[in-house]
């Protein structure tokens, strides 16, 4: 994307384009007021890394923004789903869900697709209840919207039309012709909110064929990603990892009781629900890559559910209900206090980077796994020879002296068999520097992650929930000892 020049084409479609251009416009109109500066040579913010600080935390507000509109969207759901108790109960949840706090802190898709969403789905429930066409109309874009904001958002189409069959069978006690004009409408206003948030998906079809392409394998592959190696069903792995961490499993246990319970009163509300939920997790659940966020849009939803199932128990005995309450409020509460803390120290990152400029000496040779240096410390290629490297033949012909590595780059290889078959020379590599004898652990940093008796420290937490506080190890070679 070249703005100077008017060219607005990212020539990356991996996501849609619209989130960009929501983040890009308040940075434009920031800039105007000189608080941020905007130039087109890379090399001034080599120069000044705080100009893209200023842009990322200006990008992060937006989406904590998102975050905090959706737990307003999840209460007007509850609320219009089942009453107004529960419309409460379930944005008390969501403020508190880790996976949710967490996420709405970082510049990513995922908050802001799971906020349109939600409010499409609201629009839905005002379909089922009046049939007017301006909900139609309002549902069919916001699930635009939704899908231009991210591609995985295409299944509202799901609750748009069960909302439409639901309101002619509620008001007519027959099936309805799902081309009658007002689904058309729906569509119509679907596909062009898209198409106008991402023009470039038209204008530049080759390259949005072919990302959009890569994108579908790589959920299917893998890619070149190890990390789910042997972890089983996608389905299963979801709940015991990506929602037993996400919500913590008092809250997640609430939220599979209160689905069952609503699902077995079959009220056309909670089949409302269930129309994106069920499709939605059977999708995630089936590829390969199983990252924590893809699950992020469920979030709202169980939240609901656990509110309507622990005021269903309320009703029957209320000592039991509040005591559920309790405890849900109590650890979710904690899980996630736990990660916040975490956020709120210094980076291990920023330790290591420290660290490192103070006690390895000046012109040494530090090999690091990959070039994007994402969880391990940036090192300051005036001073040091970095070296890229997974190879021990290379540590040795490039005299490495110091290696820095991190947990999410080796954890998968002294877990996982599979990973150890496939890519055996990764897992020599992790074997060399762990169990041998030719390099030391010289350093360790991680923050402690825990709150009152959560400790999760040296939990196996699932990927994206460990982007604040990745274990970064820092390897010496032995023989400096004798030089």
Known sequence: ???????????????????????????????????????????????????????LLIGRSITAVFGTLTGYITYLIGKEAYDENTGILSALFLAIAPLHVIHSHFLTTDVPVTFWIMTSVLFCFKILDSGDMRWYIFAGATGGLAIATKYNAGLIVLPILTAHILNRWKTQGTLPNIFEKKILFAVILLISAFL???LYAILDFPEFKRDVIWTARSLNVGGEVTEWLDTGSGWAFHIKSS???????????????GAAV??????????????????YYVLVGSWK????RHILPLIPFLTVFAAYGLLSLWHKTRKTGLLLLLIALGYTGALTLSYIQTMASPDPRDQARIWIDDNIPENSTIGAPYSTQ??????????????????????????????IIDDLDYRVYMR?????????SEAEFIDYLFNGTDYKVVKTFQNKQSFLFINLTDTYLPHNMKYANPKIVIFERTDRDEI
Not at 245 to 257: E, H, N, R, V, W
Request: proline letters at 8%; charged letters at 15%; zero cysteines.
């Open 374 to 403: 994402f969880f391990t410390p940036p090192i300051d290629t005036g001073r040091y020879n970095l070296i890229f490297t997974r190879s021990i033949s290379e540590l040795t012909e490039k005299d490495v002296e110091y290696y």
């Open 416 to 424: 996982s068999r599979k990973a150890r078959e496939l890519y055996p």
């Open 196 to 198: 106008l948030t991402n």
């Open 1 to 55: 994307m070249d703005i100077y020049n008017l060219d607005f084409n990212p020539h990356w479609f991996i996501y849609p384009t619209f989130y960009y251009y929501v983040v890009l416009v308040p940075l434009l109109l920031i800039a105007h007021l000189g608080v941020i500066s905007f130039e087109p040579d890379l090399i001034f913010y080599g120069l000044h890394p705080e100009e893209v600080g200023k842009a």
């Open 289 to 292: 890559v199983r990252y924590a």
């Open 262 to 279: 609503s699902l077995y009163r079959k009220t056309p509300r909670t089949l409302l629900l269930l129309s994106f939920f069920f499709p």
């Open 243 to 257: 929602l037993y961490y996400g919500l913590g499993a008092p809250l997640l246990l609430l939220g599979i009781f």
